[in-house]
């Protein structure tokens, strides 16, 4: 055996950096990560086409996964689970579509004596209108500004009907296509990605992304179509109960536009508004309608939705406008619709992802 000692490499120490190569360096990696979302911004509104119906199916398959899951307890396979769900799907959305579809022609066959009925209703306020519309006047002779001119294409409703509705069919069929197969290989597609998790680790907590997803989508649309299907019901009984016709259309409509909260139910008020100024002949009668809505949605918000839901599950307003604006922005109606569900998906992530921070206790009810 050699005696010989083996040199050990020197060890190179490099200097300490500064203060400022600290900041360039943080500074990079927020630039980075600020291109990043700006980019994917972009994509998403790029892509509103293909992504806003894929993305509303997988919100709805979201919401009827444990319907599904409760199916396949049976021994049913996942495919005809998943074409079960979603038939049943299909005749709950037909069946309210007949419902609406014949009150709601009714109407907008009424809309030119619905808008001469505005106008003698508002007739009260026309001494108003006159000042301020001569005030205006009086502002623009002072200014030197031009009236506004209006360009008017020439395009008729018929072309317009023609460009849009083969569009709008192929976004229906790719939300429903998007609604079945999410649903049929949900078990498939989690297990190929937890698959791509080369540690332990990273397999964890990505399974916890995705239980955390399910419960928390699931469990939040469900509870809200219950609730928006009680107030609905409760809005048209109050209609009718004052007189108001049509009134399991509003009710209905009242459904819908619950879905999108804040926006949906100021809306549904305006709508309300102009249904009583046309049914109405006094403003107290035309404020009726609206008061009942307004009641009842008050009711809905402030006492049976925190009891239901449980106020765990109650969002940070901010986030949530912030949320509103942001998706209705980049994908409108349907955005607006998605809006919640994706911030749950968001908070879900973030919570997984950093888990030693003290979360409140929504993900705790999530997981009963």
Same mark, same amino acid.
């Given at each position: 055996m050699s005696n010989r000692t083996v040199k050990k490499a020197p060890v190179v120490r490099l200097p300490p950096k500064s203060n400022f190569e600290v900041l360039l360096a943080r500074g990079s990696q927020v630039a980075a990560i600020f291109m990043g979302l700006v980019a994917l911004v972009f994509a998403l509104q790029a892509g509103e086409y293909i992504l806003? #119906?894929?993305? /509303?199916?997988?919100?709805?398959?979201?919401?009827?996964g444990p319907v599904a899951n409760r199916i396949e307890w049976y021994g049913v396979s996942p495919g005809l689970s998943a074409f079960v769900v979603f038939l049943l799907f299909i005749v709950i959305v037909g069946l309210f579509a007949l419902a609406?579809? /014949? #009150?709601? +022609?009714?109407?907008?066959?009424?809309? #030119? $004596?619905?808008?001469? %009925?505005? $106008? +003698? $209703?508002?007739?009260q306020f026309r001494e108003p209108l006159d000042s301020i519309r001569a005030a205006r006047d009086e502002i623009r002779?002072? /200014?030197?500004?031009?009236?506004?001119?209006? +360009?008017?294409d020439d395009g008729s409703p018929v072309e317009s009907v023609a460009t849009l509705a083969p569009a709008l069919i192929a976004q229906i069929l790719i939300f429903l296509a998007s609604l079945y197969f999410f649903v049929a290989t949900r078990h498939q597609t989690r297990i190929a990605i937890l698959k791509l998790c080369f540690t332990r680790r990273l397999r964890w907590r990505v399974a916890h992304i995705f239980r955390d997803v399910e419960a928390l989508v699931s469990r939040y649309l469900l509870s809200v179509t219950i609730i928006n299907v009680v107030e609905g019901a409760a809005v048209g009984a109050g209609l009718y109960l004052v007189?108001?016709? +049509?009134?399991?259309?509003w009710g209905a409509l009242a459904i819908v536009s619950n879905f999108?909260?804040?926006?949906?139910p100021l809306?549904?008020?305006?709508?309300?508004?102009?249904? %009583?100024?046309?049914?109405?002949?006094?403003?107290? %009668?035309?404020?009726?309608p609206p008061l009942i809505y307004q009641g009842i949605n008050l009711l809905e918000s402030q006492f049976v939705t925190p009891m239901v839901i449980g106020k765990a599950m109650?969002?940070? #307003?901010?986030?949530?406008?912030?949320a509103l604006i942001f998706w209705i922005w980049l994908w409108g109606a349907l955005g607006g619709f998605i809006a919640i569900p994706a911030l749950l998906v968001v908070y879900a992530v973030i919570r997984n992802i950093f888990p030693a921070t003290d979360w409140p206790e929504l993900t705790k009810n999530a997981r009963r």
């Open positions: 806003a #119906p894929v993305a /509303t199916g997988i919100v709805i398959g979201l919401m009827l609406v579809a /014949t #009150p709601l +022609s009714l109407w907008a066959a009424r809309i #030119p $004596q619905i808008w001469n %009925g505005l $106008q +003698s $209703q508002l007739a002779n002072i /200014t030197g500004g031009k009236g506004l001119t209006v +360009s008017v007189g108001v016709p +049509s009134a399991a259309l999108i909260i804040f926006l949906g809306l549904m008020t305006i709508v309300l508004l102009v249904v %009583g100024l046309t049914e109405f002949d006094t403003i107290g %009668g035309a404020l009726i109650t969002l940070n #307003p901010f986030l949530v406008v912030l």
